[in-house]
């Protein structure tokens, strides 16, 4: 069985692939796979990590406002598209897949020119512009969320929830002590500033942690954003975590991360009681808003946020023993669980 994976320019499309990559890999172990990527992209790393080949194609975006790379980026989408065509062509795939992101734009449409089924699966509320031009040379179309299935063909589109790599629910907390050299005395505090938006609260951690240390150690995945030179022995920061970033789950009193559904899934799989911080006007304040409703999150508005109210805020949360285990119990129930299972049955 051979099968092309198509996603990229951010971590959040790649997660639910590899999720889905390895369930595979488990029950075929002769199954091939090859990995369609951007060049230089922030997922490059991660999917290395699985030894997966790959190989990098041109990736445009068209974006919804006035930039001059809009006059360039049709032209790498074509030479995208024309790469994607032979890659195809020869490696011959039985199914191409993909949850989204730029690069796999050209790879369905050559997938769909080559008669090759293709799988997509829309992770967020609000359906992103690159699933909406993949959607009608799509075979199947999956959806994490029930709102979701108003916005594709319905004889095609099935409710599933969200694929979750299984190796983040093995993580040791008595791992992660050696790993980050943590305090077993204090709670520790992960944040998850991601790629894409996460300037701004990498910034707000950096200025605010004097106050955070102040009471908690805190673990920092910048997604290499912004400076964080900062020193402190109870403060980690890290650009990228890939093997190791289970075990900081695991150690993990309290999550502050972005809304992005990668995370979010992930922090339901585990029961992680967090603090949400969507990016303004975006989709990600869509996307939290499911499990606001359903208090399964605590919800801060990044306008509203400074160096002396977000340390405090965090506080409020962590010292709070009901308020977590509260946290923890629902988001285990907001997403439609055994999303793998039921992407890989489609597949086969």
């Given at each position: 069985?051979?099968?092309?994976?198509?996603?990229?320019?951010?971590?959040?499309?790649?997660?639910?692939?590899?999720?889905?990559f390895e369930e595979i890999k488990r029950i075929k172990p002769d199954a091939e796979f090859l990995w369609l990527a951007t060049k230089n992209g922030p997922e490059i790393?991660?999917?290395?990590?699985?030894?997966?080949?790959?190989?990098?194609?041109?990736?445009?975006?068209?974006?919804?406002?006035?930039?001059?790379?809009?006059?360039?980026?049709?032209?790498?989408?074509?030479?995208?598209?024309?790469?994607?065509?032979?890659?195809?062509?020869?490696?011959?795939?039985?199914?191409?897949?993909?949850?989204?992101?730029?690069?796999?734009?050209?790879?369905?449409?050559?997938?769909?020119?080559?008669?090759?089924?293709?799988?997509?699966?829309?992770?967020?509320?609000?359906?992103?512009?690159?699933?909406?031009?993949?959607?009608?040379?799509?075979?199947?179309?999956?959806?994490?969320?029930?709102?979701?299935?108003?916005?594709?063909?319905?004889?095609?589109?099935?409710?599933?929830?969200?694929?979750?790599?299984?190796?983040?629910?093995?993580?040791?907390?008595?791992?992660?002590?050696?790993?980050?050299?943590?305090?077993?005395?204090?709670?520790?505090?992960?944040?998850?500033?991601?790629?894409?938006?996460?300037?701004?609260?990498?910034?707000?951690?950096?200025?605010?942690?004097?106050g955070l240390v102040s009471f908690c150690q805190v673990i920092h995945i910048t997604g290499g954003r912004g400076k964080t030179e900062a020193k402190h022995s109870r403060?980690?920061?890290?650009?990228?975590?890939?093997?190791?970033?289970?075990?900081?789950?695991?150690?993990?009193?309290?999550?502050?991360?972005?809304?992005?559904?990668?995370?979010?899934?992930?922090?339901?799989?585990?029961?992680?009681?967090?603090?949400?911080?969507?990016?303004?006007?975006?989709?990600?304040?869509?996307?939290?808003?499911?499990?606001?409703?359903?208090?399964?999150?605590?919800?801060?508005?990044?306008?509203?946020?400074?160096?002396?109210?977000?340390?405090?805020?965090?506080?409020?949360?962590?010292?709070?023993?009901?308020?977590?285990?509260?946290?923890?119990?629902?988001?285990?129930?907001?997403?439609?669980?055994?999303?793998?299972?039921?992407?890989?049955?489609?597949?086969?």
């Amino acid at each position: 069985m051979k099968i092309i994976i198509s996603g990229g320019g951010t971590i959040g499309s790649v997660s639910p692939l590899i999720a889905i990559f390895e369930e595979i890999k488990r029950i075929k172990p002769d199954a091939e796979f090859l990995w369609l990527a951007t060049k230089n992209g922030p997922e490059i790393e991660l999917i290395k990590s699985y030894n997966i080949p790959i190989k990098e194609i041109y990736s445009g975006k068209l974006r919804r406002y006035f930039s001059f790379q809009n006059f360039i980026d049709p032209f790498r989408i074509f030479l995208g598209f024309i790469q994607s065509f032979f890659i195809i062509k020869k490696f011959k795939p039985q199914v191409i897949l993909s949850a989204g992101g730029f690069v796999a734009v050209p790879v369905v449409w050559a997938g769909w020119f080559l008669r090759r089924p293709c799988l997509i699966h829309q992770q967020d509320i609000r359906p992103g512009l690159a699933n909406k031009l993949m959607a009608n040379f799509a075979s199947i179309i999956t959806v994490t969320f029930e709102k979701s299935l108003k916005d594709f063909n319905p004889k095609k589109t099935k409710l599933v929830g969200n694929p979750v790599r299984k190796d983040i629910l093995n993580g040791s907390r008595q791992e992660a002590t050696k790993i980050f050299n943590l305090d077993q005395n204090l709670p520790t505090v992960l944040v998850i500033g991601g790629g894409t938006g996460a300037l701004n609260l990498n910034n707000l951690v950096i200025n605010s942690l004097q106050g955070l240390v102040s009471f908690c150690q805190v673990i920092h995945i910048t997604g290499g954003r912004g400076k964080t030179e900062a020193k402190h022995s109870r403060y980690h920061s890290f650009e990228f975590l890939t093997d190791k970033l289970k075990h900081a789950y695991a150690a993990a009193d309290l999550v502050v991360s972005r809304a992005g559904l990668s995370s979010l899934t992930e922090l339901a799989a585990l029961g992680k009681p967090s603090i949400i911080i969507p990016i303004p006007n975006s989709h990600q304040e869509e996307n939290v808003i499911e499990f606001f409703k359903n208090q399964a999150i605590a919800l801060l508005k990044e306008k509203n946020l400074n160096p002396d109210n977000f340390p405090q805020a965090i506080k409020e949360v962590l010292s709070d023993k009901v308020e977590l285990e509260n946290l923890s119990r629902n988001i285990k129930k907001v997403m439609p669980n055994n999303a793998v299972e039921k992407i890989i049955e489609m597949i086969l």
